[in-house]
């Protein structure tokens, strides 16, 4: 296409237009010839001394990257880790650029464990892989493949397949032939202790197959409500699940030989987390009182939860131990799937918050006080059991704040002990069925995550490492600084801090603030073993490589920090007082003298996508500038409750006033604005929202809207997109527009 040039601005906005073509690839001679040969081709000589112009306009910072985003992103993320009940074999899903694929790891001759990729799925199809459950022997996989296996909702269909979206199926795999074969359209499987079959939902009912495929699947139960959370009994003749009712939620137990239903001491409230006891005679759950909100982080405190005893065989049940009142009384759960754990010696092993930070307790199936097993201002994330069940595995930061470390502790108590000191992050452990590895998922600042196998005897040994591409930079990572800074209220704010490699003393860099979602999240430092964190902590790391200075912050209403950090006051749609570390951060930034305080710009999605608009329409004259992904705009209509009949008035203005939207007449700030229109954590009305005010206001605004996509981005292209048009977007608004003013 042929461009004329009518002003110098005109030459600046056709730099601006080719970045990617200038900015991003003018890294070698023969790029800088092809490029004057393609504006020569346009035309006049003017357009080629403009060029002249662009080429010295352009910042050392775009001329000088050393890798790109799809390169920081490109080694695989590894999830779903899970440990044989045999054999001692490990198996996880990698996902690389967008394809998903089981590895296994089991130990070879000399005792060392060697991984293999089992599947063999290519591209960036768009579908899922997880819920991977072993089969008795060891010998076999069971996965999930396709559909929403996050949120559990409609099949994402990302590709805009004229056909639909593929369905939910489950697969079989054999570790030794490696060919999948199709058990089931439906999720969430588990094997029979027998080995002979797998249960598993279809349409949130309880269905039956062989695992051998020689039969057709059977219903087993059809019931009201939606279930979930199914637990085989240790002898395979029974299973436990809950059953969503929506004002109420119980426990029920099939009988496969009796074909019949029984349930748990029901009530109005939500009971949660079916735990077998060993000799299969008792059920332990978790009862929440009913109307306790599913998100209160806003909300410190409620009516007690407790756990409760039943009997299987009549149904009848009892309180074994109810959380006090106050602090601890609204139930806080731990990032892995199970809650509650059956140990050795009858004791059920617990989270709790009582002390202010989540700690792991156990108490006795007969009684009495629980036993503080985690004592210290940390909080535990992660937990399972050693095979004899003695011992509790489980990650905390513990000593280390802004880390996380595994450790071990026994289920009857005394000192925790720690497996994987250092400088490195270990979270989500699984033991090996020997009771003497523990596979941890690990990283550091520099290299991402992989599994680990820690053993008491000798150094980790990192699996796996093969799959990280030969160009992949990890000896151009900066390692981030820990930073402490005061909010505007004076809380002290925990961030990390990525300085740019070599930096110049008397250079003032432009600066770039990243909030995480959640919010009940903590960015680490080091690469983070959430998928979406980690691409996050790559995208600073590609920022700071840049030269930008990146500042990414842990604000209150995260984790790790404990109670009083995670629910503070007037948070939220309760009064935002979260704006106070926007400003903090704004302002630590504005106060180094590596910094150019007119230059700082903002991103985050999600509850970060809120951050950045509140950034934008509360401090334009900080932040410059934001990327603003699947945030929430307006707390009035995305919490309907607010205004039912019943509600207090007031509720309902405040969290308007809390939102960016009720601020719009100080936004003055150009935004970059990104969602899928499939979102199902953030409705897509958000966006729309957002839009027509900044239409209204007269705010300088950019869209991007991906179809058909999720809220996680569940397309590697789409996630490039996001980042790509994110870089794209800081350069043109904090480098080039301030060049030209």
């Given at each position: 296409m042929k461009r004329s040039f009518r002003s110098f601005s005109g030459v600046l906005s056709l730099c601006r237009d080719d970045e990617k073509s200038l900015a991003f690839r003018i890294l070698h001679l023969e790029t800088f010839i092809t490029m004057t040969i393609r504006i020569w081709r346009l035309g006049a000589l003017s357009s080629l001394l403009a060029f002249g112009i662009c080429m010295t306009a352009i910042p050392l910072l775009a001329q000088d990257r050393s890798f790109t985003i799809d390169q920081v992103l490109s080694a695989p993320f590894p999830t779903d880790m899970v440990a044989a009940p045999s054999h001692r074999r490990i198996a996880w899903v990698f996902t690389a650029r967008g394809s998903r694929n089981i590895w296994i790891a089991e130990p070879s001759s000399n005792g060392a464990y060697k991984a293999r990729a089992l599947t063999s799925y290519k591209g960036d199809d768009g579908e899922s892989l997880a819920e991977l459950a072993w089969s008795a022997d060891g010998e076999s996989l069971v996965?999930?493949?396709?559909?929403?296996?996050?949120?559990?909702?409609?099949?994402?269909n990302a590709l805009s397949l004229p056909q639909g979206a593929p369905p939910k199926e489950i697969f079989v795999i054999s570790i030794n032939n490696g060919t999948p074969r199709m058990l089931a359209e439906g999720d969430s499987p588990t094997v029979s202790p027998k080995g002979d079959a797998v249960a598993y939902l279809h349409q949130k009912q309880i269905w039956l197959v062989p695992l051998?495929?020689?039969?057709?699947?059977?219903?087993?139960?059809?019931?009201?409500?939606?279930?979930?959370?199914?637990?085989?009994?240790?002898?395979?003749?029974?299973?436990?699940?809950?059953?969503?009712r929506g004002s109420h939620a119980i426990v029920g137990i099939y009988d496969l030989s009796k074909k019949s239903i029984g349930w748990l001491a029901p009530s109005v409230d939500r009971d949660i987390d079916p735990e077998w006891s060993l000799d299969g005679k008792q059920i332990a759950f978790i009862r929440i009182?009913?109307?306790?909100?599913?998100?209160?982080?806003?909300?410190?405190?409620?009516?007690?939860?407790?756990?409760?005893?039943a009997d299987p065989a009549n149904g009848r049940g009892h309180v074994l131990w109810k959380a006090d009142e106050g602090t601890g009384s609204l139930f806080h759960e731990v990032a892995t799937e199970r809650q509650l754990f059956w140990g050795a010696d009858d004791r059920i092993v617990f989270p709790w918050e009582r002390t202010g930070w989540l700690h792991l307790y156990s108490i006795s199936v007969n009684g009495g006080r629980p036993e503080l097993l985690t004592p210290g201002d940390f909080e535990v994330f992660e937990t399972t059991l050693s095979p004899d069940r003695k011992e509790v595995i489980y990650s905390s930061n513990q000593n280390d704040i802004d880390r996380r470390h595994v450790w071990k502790v026994s289920v009857n108590g005394g000192p925790p002990s720690e497996s994987t000191p250092g400088e490195g992050l270990d979270s989500y452990p699984v033991v090996a069925s020997d009771g003497k590895a523990v596979v941890t998922l690990h990283s550091d600042a520099k290299n991402p995550l992989l599994p680990s196998v820690v053993t008491s005897t000798g150094a980790p040994q990192i699996l796996a490492a093969e799959a990280i591409p030969s160009d992949f930079p990890a000896s151009k990572i900066v390692a981030p600084q820990q930073v402490i800074f005061p909010a505007a209220d004076g809380l002290m704010i925990h961030g990390q801090l990525f300085l740019p490699p070599n930096p110049s003393a008397n250079v003032r860099h432009p600066a770039i603030v990243f909030f995480h979602g959640g919010p009940i999240r903590q960015m680490l430092l080091g690469w983070h073993p959430m998928d979406f964190y980690s691409n996050a902590y790559a995208m600073n790391e590609y920022l700071a490589n840049k030269g930008y200075v990146v500042l990414s912050v842990n604000y209150r209403g995260g984790i790790g920090y404990g109670l009083n950090f995670r629910v503070p006051p007037n948070f939220g749609p309760t009064g935002s007082s979260e704006v106070n570390d926007i400003e903090g951060a704004g302002l630590y930034l504005r106060n180094r003298a590596d910094v150019d305080s007119k230059r700082i710009g903002v991103w985050g999605g999600s509850y970060g996508g809120l951050m950045t608009a509140l950034a934008l329409a509360r401090n334009s004259d900080i932040f410059i500038g934001g990327v603003d992904y699947a945030g929430v705009h307006d707390w009035s209509t995305l919490l309907p409750f607010l205004k039912a009949p019943g509600a207090p008035p007031e509720a309902a203005r405040v969290a308007?006033?809390?939102?960016?939207?009720?601020?719009?007449?100080?936004?003055?700030?150009?935004?970059?604005?990104?969602?899928?229109?499939?979102?199902?954590?953030v409705e897509f009305s958000q966006s729309v929202q957002l839009i027509e005010s900044l239409r209204k206001q007269g705010v300088e605004f950019e869209q991007i809207v991906i179809p058909d996509e999720v809220h996680g981005l569940i397309l590697y292209r789409n996630l490039l997109t996001f980042f790509e048009a994110t870089d794209d977007f800081f350069d043109r608004h904090l480098i080039h527009n301030q060049e030209q003013k």
């Open positions: 996965y999930v493949r396709g559909g929403d296996l996050e949120e559990g909702g409609p099949d994402i051998d495929g020689s039969k057709k699947p059977e219903s087993l139960v059809s019931s009201r409500g939606s279930i979930d959370s199914l637990r085989w009994s240790p002898d395979g003749l029974q299973m436990a699940f809950v059953s969503e009182p009913a109307h306790q909100p599913d998100d209160f982080f806003w909300q410190r405190s409620g009516q007690p939860w407790s756990i409760w005893i308007w006033e809390s939102s960016p939207l009720s601020s719009m007449k100080t936004w003055r700030s150009p935004v970059l604005v990104i969602q899928g229109d499939d979102d199902r954590n």
